[in-house]
Structure formats: C-alpha cells, structure tokens
C-alpha cells in the first residue's frame, strides 16, 4: 500500500527561524510532489510543486526533493506567525493523476 | 485561473437523511474533478474522481455517490447519511494534463 508519512507535530518555532517540514513516501515510482497549506477550517492551499530531485524555490519557501531516500521536505525561511497552519505534503504515484496525502504537519510560529 | 465554488458551505443532518452536496468549476474545460473528505483531525481520503463527464470513479466503497452532469459540475450524494458520514468535503479541480490539484472552499458536515 502506497504511503505518505508526515510527523503530526505541532512543529514550534520562534518568529523568524526556519521551519522545516519532512515527508516520505512508500513508492519509489512517484513522479511528482506538493506541498499544501491548510488553516484550521479551511481548505488546503497550494504552496508548491516539485518534480525533481533537488531544490525548488518560491519566496520564503523551499521545496527539497531526493528521491534515492524518498523524502521530501518544505523549509520557511524568516517564519511569521500567519505561517501558523498544518502543511500536507502530497504525492502522486503516477497512477492517472491521483494523489495521496499525508496526514499534515501542525506547525505553530510564536510571536 | 479557475475558481471552484461548493454549496453549501455547513450543513447539519439527521442520521438516515440523503445528502447532496454540489461542486462547479470556472475558468476551465473539461477538468478531472476530485471529491474528498477530511475527518477532524486527520489526513485527507480520496472518495471519487472523473475525468469526463458520465465518468466516475470511486476510490472507497461506501454509501457515498458521485455524478458529473455537465462539464464542471460534480455532485456527490448519498440516500442515508450515517454518523460516520460526519466531515469536511472537499471538491478539488485539476486541468486535465497540468497534474496540479486546487480545492474548492468545502462543505463542513454533520450528521447527528
């Protein structure tokens, strides 16, 4: 069975630090990977896509992609308090266009 | 950009009565259309998918349905709610071939 494991957390980190989210997945055959952005009560935001192994950036986002150890992971850099949320990491296994998710992150930025 | 809209946006139900809840999309055609529930607290289950209208497919079998009348319209239904049922439903809308997935606002559920 196909998996994506994430740490349910909460993640703390002081205001301006860097937060750093992990995920693995099962599947050595997954083509590509997203990072959502989640706050309480609302519906999952997407903050990035990465398809290859190394680094992607967006802003104050990095995506960090190695597929040999099967993780991927999201850094924040300069953290503020409104990146307060549960991130979900998804992947697709190239099997049509579905995805699967990990349980999310709660990761908590204090002022 | 495309916009997905739900209705509605909370609704409460009794154990046993049917549901209908209704997902459109703008702003693109002939989009895969996804529907998926999130329990408090948990991760997110992919229930159904379509690629086309008429087309669906069910990831978890249930007492859940899903229809696609039109083009970017996606339904999902059931006859009698359990208390399982229970959750926040998200409708997500992908460009067929850009393999990228955006949510709709979602309909938070209760069934009692």
């Known amino acids: 069975q196909k998996e994506v494991e994430q740490n349910s957390g909460p993640l703390s980190v002081p205001e301006g630090a860097i937060a750093s989210l992990n995920c693995t997945y099962s599947?050595?055959?997954?083509?590509?990977f997203f990072w959502y952005r989640q706050y309480s009560g609302k519906s999952p935001e997407l903050i990035m896509f990465?398809?290859?192994?190394g680094d992607k950036e967006d802003g104050r986002f990095t995506a960090q992609l190695n597929k040999a150890s099967q993780y991927v992971s999201l850094l924040i850099r300069d953290s503020q308090p409104s990146d307060s949320a549960t991130y979900l990491c998804?992947?697709?296994?190239?099997?049509?266009?579905?995805?699967?998710f990990g349980g999310g992150t709660r990761l908590m930025v204090k002022p | 950009s495309q916009t997905i809209h739900q209705w509605p946006a909370t609704l409460v139900q009794p154990v046993g009565s049917p549901l209908s809840l209704e997902c459109t999309v703008e702003?693109?055609?002939?989009?895969?259309l996804y529907w998926y529930r999130q329990a408090a607290g948990r991760g997110l289950q992919l229930l159904f998918y379509?690629?086309?209208?008429?087309?669906i497919s069910s990831e978890v079998p249930q007492n859940l349905s899903a229809s696609r009348p039109q083009d970017r319209q996606f339904i999902l239904s059931s006859k009698k709610l359990l208390l399982s049922d229970s959750g926040f439903y998200l409708c997500?809308?992908?460009?067929?071939?850009?393999?990228?997935?955006?949510f709709g606002p979602g309909t938070r559920l209760t069934v009692l």
């Open positions: 998804a992947v697709n296994w190239n099997a049509g266009n579905m995805l699967t």
């Open positions: 599947d050595r055959g997954s083509q590509s």
């Open positions: 990465i398809y290859s192994n």
């Open positions: 702003g693109t055609s002939n989009p895969n």
């Open positions: 379509s690629v086309g209208i008429g087309q």
């Open positions: 997500a809308s992908e460009t067929s071939g850009a393999d990228t997935q955006y």
